[in-house]
């Protein structure tokens, strides 16, 4: 009965040690802030001029 006392005991000294460590360095699952932030408008990242733009745009005069 001692041993699987003393076993008991380590177990739980061990279930212990692991709280503290996880209060120091939290679990790698953290939650990631969403991946998906909202990108800019598809015509903020094209600076080029319509008139330099192949077809359809090309077809148009030059604004």
Known sequence: MQKARGK???AK???QEAR????FFPTPHTPHPTPHTP???PH???PIPY???PTPYSLLPAL
């Open 39 to 41: 990108h800019p408008t």
């Open 13 to 15: 000294g061990k279930r």
């Open 8 to 10: 008991r005991q380590e």
């Open 44 to 46: 903020t990242l094209l």
């Open 20 to 23: 503290v460590i996880n209060e």
């Open 51 to 53: 008139s330099l733009l």
